[in-house]
């Protein structure tokens, strides 16, 4: 079994910042890519940032210069800053690990539940 728990969304002002944090526990050997995504309802869950076992990152044009996403390899959590927040950020954000549960198993895609983020204008 492997939990992702989230963390941090709430209710912000526009131009106000919020920190996201997601921690992965139980049957873990390797962790690869975090990430964090979001879904608006009624549309395709869109990728917000991505960062690599190695640090390699990735951002979605919206957000470039806005967020800043991080990890802490030693307790498997991925963060995302927001800075400047805007309304059109407010929707559910999904955090998400690619790891590996045991030796010589295969990679698996996990989803934490999703936390709330509401910019208000």
């Known amino acids: 079994q492997v939990q992702l728990v989230e963390s941090g969304g709430g209710l912000v002002q526009a131009g106000g910042s919020l920190r996201l944090s997601c921690a992965a526990s139980?049957?873990?050997?390797?962790?690869?890519?975090m990430g964090w995504y979001r879904q608006t309802p009624g549309k395709q869950r869109e990728l917000v940032a991505v960062?690599?076992?190695?640090?390699?990152?990735n951002y979605a044009d919206l957000v470039k210069g806005r967020f800043t996403i991080s990890r802490d390899n030693a307790k498997n959590t991925v963060y995302l800053q927001m800075n400047s927040l805007k309304p059109e950020d407010t929707t559910v954000y999904y955090c998400?690990?690619?790891?590996?549960?045991?030796?010589?198993?295969?990679?698996?895609?996990?989803w934490g539940q999703g936390t709330q983020v509401t910019v208000s204008s």
């Open positions: 998400n690990a690619e790891l590996v549960p045991f030796p010589g198993w295969a990679e698996k895609r996990y």
């Open positions: 139980g049957d873990i050997f390797s962790v690869n890519a």
């Open positions: 960062i690599s076992s190695g640090g390699r990152i």
